[in-house]
């Protein structure tokens, strides 16, 4: 077992404090986005290990790579070759991130394989394929937590545009009203990201100054566009089911499921990959022919998940994801220790009061690595979140 040193990414969208907050640190007034526990090329954990020549830093990519089926044990090896494939992260946003969508697996090939085929640069601004693999993701609040997920009834998304009295949302008010569910959320997405954008931001700005005087549940489309003024992933946004999580509450978000996150801290995983397509609230570039090839385009429920209790002690976020699994452990002071051996290798993160993990103290923002088949046992009193690989 190991104590991981992890890197934070100061990705403009994040909050300034929340996860300084949590790791009971003063803020530094830079955002700090996202806390990555794991093993993804561009920023992986380190750990230190005991060798021959005595105590030596290296990164968790390295000690995989070293000795893949002693770290992940050789089912997970077998299924997901020699890496781990799960990314665990601290999520804070303090700021909206960008409307998206990932594709699934087969789509994720595909795409992949035609990008590279056509030589297209991986670290090209416009490539949208990093990988071939999907990306399957799930968010847990740690505090109240904002989002999008999904699609609402396009009658729902015409009524609130509808509501703001601008005249160049009608002909969206319209498509939303005159066609069956697939075709008006299709039409109206493809309509939105091919307007021209002066036009766009002029009619962004009028729906913007609505929501704000209506207030009530086109509130949070007005603080969108205070963060992106004249982009038409505001008005995407209102397409979407908007979410409040409250803490210990998760969204899984399947490939093809339209999301954002608006503002909050959680705990985020999700198989190890890069791709993402974008739709809105983003300099970036927009794919939009790809977007719309993958996009889900159905009405669906946001589908919030609570944790089922186990006798153990445990309580399992279920999720059809095979990459990865998230449970958590809220541990009481004097009781017996849990056991958290496993088959697979597991990261261990601390959100509150105080873990022992072997012979390792965690405190909140702290974090191990468990290599396959490691036998290991937790007391509190603390809150523990535990990511490994489903059965």
Not at 134 to 145: D, M, S
Not at 366 to 373: G, I, K, Q
Request: aromatic share 6%; glycine share 8%.
């Amino acid at each position: 077992m190991d104590r991981l040193s992890n890197t934070v990414r100061p990705y403009a969208w994040g909050s300034t404090t929340a996860i300084p907050a949590l790791l009971g640190i003063a803020p530094t007034g830079e955002p700090q986005a996202e806390m990555w526990m794991g093993a993804h090329p561009g920023a992986p954990s380190r750990i230190t290990r005991t060798t021959a020549s005595g105590e030596t830093e290296l990164a968790l990519t390295e000690a995989i790579d070293a000795d893949p089926e002693g770290e992940l044990g050789a089912p997970t090896v077998a299924r997901f070759g020699p890496r781990l494939p799960f990314l665990l992260k601290l999520l804070a946003a303090g700021a909206p991130l960008s409307v998206q969508v990932h594709p699934n697996l087969e789509q994720a090939g595909e795409g992949y394989a035609d990008e590279e085929a056509r030589g297209v640069p991986i670290d090209a601004p416009h490539r949208t394929y990093k990988d071939a693999n999907h990306k399957p993701e799930l968010i847990c609040a740690l505090t109240p937590f904002d989002g999008l997920c999904g699609f609402r009834r396009p009658t729902e998304a015409a009524d609130a545009m509808e509501a703001l009295g601008v005249d160049s949302l009608k002909p969206y008010v319209d498509l939303l009203r005159a066609h069956p569910e697939e075709a008006a959320l299709r039409e109206v997405l493809t309509a939105i990201l091919g307007a021209e954008p002066a036009e766009m931001a002029e009619t962004v700005a009028e729906a913007a100054a609505a929501a704000e005087r209506l207030g009530g549940a086109h509130a949070p489309y007005a603080r969108i566009a205070h963060h992106f003024p004249g982009d038409p992933g505001v008005l995407a946004a209102m397409l979407l089911n908007y979410v409040q999580l409250q803490p210990g509450e998760a969204l899984f978000l399947g490939a093809g499921v339209p999301h954002a996150y608006l503002d909050g801290l959680g705990v985020e995983i999700m198989a190890n990959s890069d791709n993402v397509l974008r739709c809105g609230l983003t300099p970036k570039h927009i794919d939009v022919p790809e977007l719309l090839r993958i996009v889900r385009f159905e009405a669906t429920e946001p589908g919030v998940l609570r944790p089922e209790a186990a006798p153990s002690g445990e309580e399992l976020y279920e999720t059809p994801a095979d990459e990865f699994a998230l449970s958590r452990y809220t541990l009481a002071s004097g009781a017996a220790p849990t056991e958290l051996t496993a088959p697979t290798p597991q990261i261990l993160l601390c959100t509150a009061g105080s873990v022992t993990v072997g012979e390792l103290t965690l405190v909140p923002g702290e974090s191990a690595y468990v290599p396959a088949d490691e036998t290991v046992e937790a007391t509190g009193p603390g809150t523990l979140f535990r990511a490994t690989v489903a059965a």
